[in-house]
């Protein structure tokens, strides 16, 4: 015989056992191989010991004894060396995770295997694989974590085990931060870099004055900056932080920094004041206290002043001449110093010692009038004398001048005598100077120009040609008098460029230094002055590609315009006579249509460039896509989104039907949500782009809203009132593949899924009465297709009816018994007499029944069973048994007659039969 089968793990060493006579000859097969002996000892045993890589089985062939006779036989059997395979295992792919997130560690390999493995390189642990060759590791991690195998073992026996590789990290992406630069302080108006720093490429969430949450992404170096102005202060706070890319981990921060904007300084300058000559003056200063004015002296170098705490700062000085302070700027106290320039001045106007003087001796035509002329310090009060006569006086006036005009027929000689100023200074001195006024003959002059006609901007000259060293009067298209002096050769020019057409009129021509030798003039010279030629284009326009538009140019009529088209070659246009030229094309790209110059078709040509474009800007065709369809349970809302063109309006059908129009917002959005009971379909026809063009196309798309009806089931029995024990079938009726929920008497939730015909039954015996309730109904796969349902059924149980029957009773023969069924009211008793045939008896309506009859044998009545009437009616086997004994009548026989004599003694013998019986026998 051989040894039983073995297993081992590959390269596992077994040992196979040959048993049997000792000393003889063993035949055997490997792997149905050639045959192979083996010599059994002297102990009838022999063994092969091997290593094993495959599964090997050794067969018996024959045995043969030794010595003489040799006898041999066939064997059968076989030992199976079997080699398990080694087990193996994986481990899951790596992933990422936040700070205190979880993951979840996968092992996979040979079922029931036993895994061990490190955990960032610490003590084995072990892990056992389940029988679909699955064990998972589910923790949270605050650090990177790397798990990599150790080995793995097979289970049984034997136990196999082989070195194993692989690893799996869990990297744990640090939570990010943030942090803001620090507080700062600057000047309204100034600008201020808030600068974030943190976690690379981590998106920042953060708040301006606590408004909306606003978001900054750091750089690959982790910073962010935003640079702004500043008017008022400004407060930045920290929301929160998310890293970026997969997985994105958000954390609430704190942190703010406050822009405080200090507000700039201002300053005023007191009001100019006049003094005389030598007197004092205080300029005061006022503004921001304690801050820094600068200002100058009548322009010179820069000087300083620091308002008091009140804002106030003054300077007192005697002055001689004007003076002006100038403010230049003012700059607050503290850090910063917010400076700004100023404006404002303070003159000191210091009036000096009044003076006068009286105009030049004039020489003027007899009979002519003569203007003396005092001139000197403004509103100053001459005293004057003329011929030497009684003391005058004149006012100066502002300007500090004043005249007297007369006509002389003899020499004057006009004075000084005194200066005073007049108001709160009454400066005032002593004067000389005197004029003499004589009499001269009267000038000529004629006006010649070398152009009539000239183009706007252009120049001419005018000429005046007369009596030399005359002084001529003339006015420019009735304007004011000008005058001009001849020189000594009797000529005098005006030389200008012209815009308007001009006209020079002669008015009067005197002596130079002899006013009132003069006479009128009537002459005239008109410079005729073409205006120059203007032309303006259209406004800019937006079309549709591939529409139409028209360029128009407007202006001086007959004009020649020329213009470019997007930068390239001159053209040019005439305008009509009532000055206008268009250009209509179609247009498939934005085109820019600007002025170069405009000509005039008149003589001279008058040619000015322009200034002046026209953009025909070509919008690109709209376009929109409405969200898929959808299915949704009846009630419930849905969103339908339209996606587009930005701003523009799209129209849709309603069940193709009803027209609607919506309007995309600024990022090409816009949703309809709505609740609904039956299945609506949205139909794009078309979409209009926002703006003056309104390019409208049609389209194409639609969306479907399917409504799914609300479940809905009803409950019913085939029985709604059974006897207690027997069954009934309670069957759920409605919405196919429908989960019902249900309560039996008031209890717990219980549920019951229709069949894919809408219907469920539950099949029960009952021994009470029983309420089955509805819930709800919801559909399997949609469980939010559901409503609360209503109705219920009741199985009422009929008890069993019952029977006693009354206790044995004893009679005399031939007496009558009563026998007593109790039980349920109207139930029919079957029963049976001496174990006849059934017999029928019905209790009355308090349940009971008497049984009466006369007995001449014992008789015993014994119970079948009990019947309800009505629906149902419910039956019941009943036992129990009573016995009437019956007694036989007693009999008694009296001895025969006898003779005695009178006085003698007889005897009378009475003998009983049957003596055993109640009193009543």
């Known amino acids: 015989m051989i040894s039983g089968n073995v297993t081992v793990c590959p390269n596992g060493s077994a040992t196979v056992t040959f048993t049997g006579t000792p000393n003889a000859t063993v035949t055997y097969t490997v792997n149905g191989g050639a045959n192979q002996t083996i010599l059994l000892n002297a102990s009838g045993t022999a063994t092969v010991a091997n290593t094993y890589t495959t599964t090997t089985i050794f067969s018996l062939v024959s045995v043969l004894t030794s010595g003489n006779p040799s006898c041999s036989q066939t064997q059968t059997g076989s030992v199976t060396v079997t080699v398990k395979n080694l087990p193996v295992v994986s481990i899951a792919a790596n992933t990422d995770i936040c700070v205190g997130g979880s993951a979840t560690v996968t092992f996979t390999g040979t079922p029931n295997a036993t895994v061990t493995y490190t955990v960032n390189g610490g003590v084995n642990q072990t892990i056992i694989l389940n029988n679909t060759g699955v064990a998972t590791v589910t923790n949270t991690y605050s650090s990177t974590t790397v798990f990599a195998l150790v080995s793995v073992a097979s289970n049984g026996t034997p ?42 490429n981590a998106i920042v969430t953060y708040k301006i004055n606590n408004g909306s949450n606003q978001t900054i992404v750091l750089n690959n170096s982790g910073t962010a900056t935003l640079t702004n102005t500043y008017s008022s202060t400004t407060l930045f706070t920290l929301v929160s932080i998310a890293t970026s890319g997969s997985p994105g981990c958000v954390v609430p921060q704190s942190g703010s920094i406050t822009i405080t904007v200090k507000p700039l300084p201002t300053v005023a300058i007191s009001a100019d004041t006049t003094i005389c000559s030598g007197s004092s003056a205080t300029v005061t200063f006022t503004g921001t206290p304690d801050a820094t004015v600068t200002y100058n002296i009548n322009g010179g170098a820069s000087q300083t002043i620091v308002l008091n705490n009140s804002g106030l700062a003054t300077i007192t000085n005697t002055y001689s001449v004007n003076t002006t302070y100038n403010l230049v700027s003012i700059a607050s106290s503290g850090v910063p110093a917010c400076p700004q320039p100023q404006s404002g001045k303070m003159t000191i106007t210091v009036s000096p010692l009044p003076v006068v003087s009286i105009s030049s001796n004039a020489t003027i035509c007899s009979g002519s009038s003569a203007t003396v002329t005092f001139t000197g310090t403004p509103n100053s009060t001459v005293t004057y004398t003329v011929n030497e006569g009684d003391n005058e006086t004149i006012v100066l006036d502002s300007s500090g001048t004043a005249t007297i005009t007369d006509t002389y027929t003899k020499s004057s000689d006009f004075a000084l005598v005194s200066v005073s100023l007049g108001g709160s200074s009454g400066c005032s001195q002593p004067q000389q100077g005197q004029v003499s006024i004589e009499v001269v003959p009267l000038p000529v002059v004629s006006i010649t120009s070398s152009e009539t006609t000239v183009c706007s901007g252009s120049s001419a000259t005018v000429t005046f040609e007369g009596t030399p060293d005359a002084i001529v009067t003339y006015s420019v298209n009735g304007g004011s008098n000008q005058t001009i002096e001849l020189d000594d ?105 600007s002025l170069v110059s405009v000509a005039s078709l008149s003589t001279p040509v008058c040619v000015q460039p322009q200034a002046g474009t026209m953009t025909i800007t070509v919008s690109p065709p709209p376009t929109v896509t409405i969200s898929s369809s959808q299915t949704i349970c009846s009630g419930q809302s849905a969103t339908i989104t339209f996606t587009g063109t930005p701003n523009a309006t799209v129209t849709y059908l309603v069940d193709e039907e009803d027209t609607g129009t919506i309007v995309l917002d600024a990022s090409g959005l816009a949703t309809i949500t709505d609740t609904y009971t039956k299945g609506s379909t949205y139909t794009l026809v078309s979409v209009t782009s926002a703006g003056s063009s309104g390019c409208t196309l049609p389209v194409t798309g639609e969306v479907t809203i399917d409504v799914v009806p609300l479940p809905v089931v009803s409950i019913e029995s085939d029985a709604t009132t059974i006897c207690s024990g027997l069954s009934a079938t309670v069957t759920f009726i409605g919405t196919p593949d429908t989960i019902v929920t249900y309560t039996v008497n008031g209890g717990g939730n219980q549920t019951i899924t229709l069949d894919d015909s809408g219907s469920a039954s539950i099949v029960n015996t009952y021994v009470a009465a029983t309420t089955f309730t509805l819930v709800s109904a919801a559909l399997s796969g949609n469980s939010s297709c559901s409503q609360p349902q ?74 079948v069973a009990i019947a309800t009437t009505g629906s149902p009616g419910c039956s019941n086997p009943q036992t129990g048994t009573i016995t009437i004994t019956v007694l036989p009548l007693p009999t008694a026989t009296i001895a025969a007659d006898t003779s005695v004599c009178s006085g003698s003694n007889a005897t009378i013998t009475i003998q009983t039969i049957n003596r055993i019986c109640n009193n009543s026998c």
Not at 516 to 543: A, D, F, K, M
């Open 790 to 863: 209503s109705g219920d059924i009741t199985i009422n149980v009929e008890p069993l009816p019952i029977v006693t029957i009354g206790v044995n009773q004893t009679i005399c023969s031939g007496d009558s018994a009563s026998i007593t069924f109790t039980g349920t009211p109207n139930a029919t008793v079957t029963y049976t007499v001496n174990g006849g045939s059934n017999q029928t008896i019905i209790l009355d309506n308090l349940g009971t029944a008497i049984l009466s009859n006369a007995y001449t044998s014992t008789t015993i009545i014994s119970l």
């Open 489 to 593: 050769s009797g000529t005098a020019s005006i030389t200008a460029t012209y815009s308007v057409t001009t006209l020079y009129t002669l008015i009067d021509v005197t002596l130079a230094g002899l006013s009132s030798c003069g006479q009128p003039q009537t002459e005239t010279i008109t410079i005729n002055v073409e205006p120059l030629p203007v032309v303006t284009i259209s406004s800019n326009t937006t079309i549709c590609i591939g529409s139409s538009a028209t360029v128009t140019f407007t202006g001086t009529p007959n004009a020649t315009v020329t213009y470019t088209v997007n930068g390239g070659a001159n053209q040019t246009i005439v305008l009509d006579n009532i000055g206008t030229a268009t250009i209509v094309d179609t247009y498939s790209v934005n085109t820019t249509y």
């Open 159 to 200: 136990n196999c085990s082989q070195p194993q590789t692989g690893t799996a990290t869990i990297t744990v992406v640090p939570l990010p931060t943030v942090t803001l630069s620090s507080n700062t302080t600057l000047c309204s108006g100034s600008s201020a870099t808030v600068t974030f720093t943190g976690t690379p």
